[in-house]
């Protein structure tokens, strides 16, 4: 089950097209016969503001800033299905989307993507787990052909 919250004003979202993109990128990350398939997942997708995005930084992860996504892992165990919540602030997706010259579309992709990895045990802390998400994070916009 994919759920979708939009909480801010900055971006037109559509949420039917947001829970597609969703399930297409499970599809890439989780392959069939693996233990956790794409119709055990329960995840929600918040679209928030930078303001807010950065009260929850802090709230949960104790840092004093905004960030572009964040991702909680809401499994019982690391082995069961996929279950938590990505929080991604479209006031990021619209500046990064001018920063690089892309359009806002792949950079929303992309951030999805990012939430997702995160849930799946990806990080992106140290410059060899930086370089595994970005390979990672490419093959899947390469499959979505964004």
């Known amino acids: 089950m994919i759920t979708v919250r939009n909480l801010q004003k900055t971006l037109s979202l559509n949420p039917v097209s947001v829970k597609n993109t969703i399930r297409n990128i499970l599809k890439a990350c989780l392959p069939a016969g693996k233990a956790c398939r794409v119709s055990d997942a329960e ?5 928030v503001s930078r303001q807010k995005i950065a009260a929850l930084n802090k709230q949960f992860l104790g840092r004093a800033y905004a960030t572009d ?33 892309q359009p806002v579309s792949r950079e929303l992709t992309l951030y999805m993507i990012h939430g997702i990895l995160h849930l799946l045990g990806y990080d992106d802390h140290r410059p060899k787990d930086i370089a595994r998400m970005r390979k990672e994070e490419q093959r899947i916009l390469k499959i979505l052909r964004k």
């Open 43 to 47: 995840l929600t997708i918040a679209f």
């Open 69 to 101: 996504v964040l991702a909680f892992d809401l499994r019982n165990h690391p082995r069961g299905a996929l279950k938590g919540d990505v929080i991604i602030s479209t006031d990021a997706v619209i500046k990064q989307s001018k920063v690089f010259g």
